[in-house]
């Protein structure tokens, strides 16, 4: 007996097959690049983020082989998929390209993962191991301008000069600043460095 193949049947089943790889092709691309599915009420929600946390741990960065800034943290965590590291209990140490280092405390704080520049507040102490001191509020270092911005009640002591206010612009050497709002500067005197 000689059976032979129906040209029809063939094009369903090839169909068939085809229709059910673009359906299992679409449902794996939905389950590899996240979706945004509808809930029960008719609005859209978004597929919830992976927020990593780690206790009692040390951070840095490195550029072309120098350590940039090294901190102790009691907590770090990234709550927004790895594009930024919240920090807590902050001790650690800026090194600077002058070969200075500046030694830094902060309840709290935060880095840019692809980046070198920080930000500290809740009361921030830095202190510069060739001298000079800053305190403030909140600062933000731009590692590549070498920018150091302190805000809230600011005060910085470098060799004979003291200056306060609610804003410093400077560098992380301490040696000139911008002074913004109830600015203070004094030159000449002793001035402690707490």
């Given at each position: 007996?000689?059976?032979?193949?129906?040209?029809?049947?063939?094009?369903?089943?090839?169909m068939?097959?085809v229709?059910?790889?673009?359906?299992?092709?679409?449902?794996?691309?939905?389950?590899?690049?996240?979706?945004?599915?509808?809930?029960?009420?008719?609005?859209k929600?978004?597929?919830?983020?992976?927020?990593?946390?780690?206790?009692?741990?040390?951070?840095?960065?490195?550029?072309?082989?120098?350590?940039?800034?090294?901190?102790?943290?009691?907590?770090?965590?990234?709550?927004?998929?790895?594009?930024?590291?919240?920090?807590?209990?902050?001790?650690?140490?800026?090194?600077?390209?002058?070969?200075?280092?500046?030694?830094?405390?902060?309840?709290?704080?935060?880095?840019?993962?692809?980046?070198?520049?920080f930000?500290?507040?809740?009361?921030?102490?830095a202190?510069?191991?060739?001298?000079?001191?800053?305190?403030?509020?909140?600062?933000?270092?731009q590692?590549?301008?070498d920018?150091?911005?302190?805000?809230?009640?600011?005060?910085?002591?470098?060799?004979?000069t003291?200056?306060?206010?609610?804003?410093?612009?400077?560098?992380?050497?301490?040696?000139?600043?911008?002074?913004?709002?109830?600015?203070?500067v004094?030159?000449?005197?002793?001035?402690?460095?707490?």
């Amino acid at each position: 007996m000689l059976f032979r193949s129906h040209p029809m049947k063939n094009k369903q089943t090839i169909m068939a097959v085809v229709a059910g790889v673009v359906v299992l092709v679409g449902v794996f691309a939905w389950l590899f690049w996240g979706s945004i599915v509808p809930d029960a009420g008719g609005k859209k929600t978004v597929t919830p983020q992976i927020s990593a946390k780690v206790t009692n741990t040390t951070m840095s960065r490195t550029e072309n082989g120098k350590k940039i800034w090294e901190f102790t943290v009691g907590e770090a965590e990234s709550p927004d998929g790895g594009n930024t590291n919240n920090f807590k209990d902050i001790k650690g140490k800026v090194f600077l390209n002058n070969g200075d280092v500046m030694d830094v405390s902060a309840p709290q704080g935060s880095a840019q993962v692809k980046g070198n520049d920080f930000s500290l507040e809740g009361g921030v102490k830095a202190a510069l191991a060739k001298g000079g001191t800053l305190v403030a509020e909140k600062i933000s270092w731009q590692q590549k301008e070498d920018v150091l911005t302190a805000t809230g009640k600011v005060k910085i002591v470098h060799d004979d000069t003291m200056a306060k206010g609610d804003q410093i612009i400077t560098s992380s050497k301490l040696v000139q600043f911008k002074v913004k709002g109830h600015a203070l500067v004094e030159k000449g005197g002793n001035y402690d460095e707490d």
